[in-house]
Nanobody, 123 residues
Framework: QVQLVESGGGSVQAGGSLRPSCVAS????????MGWFRQAPGKEREFVAS????????SYADSVKGRFTISRVNAESTVYLQMNSLKPEDTAVYYC????????????????WGQGTQVTVSS
């Protein structure tokens, strides 16, 4: 069983930056694709970004391209989401997810999920 714990959310003004992180335990981190998703109040959860096992394969939602960067440090079993130029519409609970057996970035099919971290962007 894989456990995922997010941290690093918070409240910022529009234009600011945050860098949530997610630490994995209970599995072989380097064998997983990792992803970030978000869910705003009253909306469905949506894909944000993903990264393959080596870090060379990444994928982003159109709404965050050029502003967000996903990265991972396999030796620390940690995945990061650098969020720059934040907008009020980025306000949501951000979830980390793991997809065992996928070597490349993936937009769906994730098996393990964290509890989420709140990101609030004020105008």
């Amino acid at each position: 069983q894989v456990q995922l714990v997010e941290s690093g959310g918070g409240s910022v003004q529009a234009g600011g930056s945050l860098r949530p992180s997610c630490v994995a335990s209970g599995g072989t981190f380097s064998y997983y694709a990792m992803g970030w998703f978000r869910q705003a109040p009253g909306k469905e959860r949506e894909f944000v970004a993903s990264i393959g096992w080596s870090g060379r394969s990444t994928s982003y939602a159109d709404s965050v391209k050029g502003r967000f960067t996903i990265s991972r440090v396999n030796a620390e079993s940690t995945v990061y989401l650098q969020m720059n130029s934040l907008k009020p519409e980025d306000t949501a609970v951000y979830y980390c997810a793991a997809l065992p057996g996928s070597l490349v970035a993936a937009t769906g099919g994730y098996v393990y999920w964290g509890q989420g971290t709140q990101v609030t962007v004020s105008s």
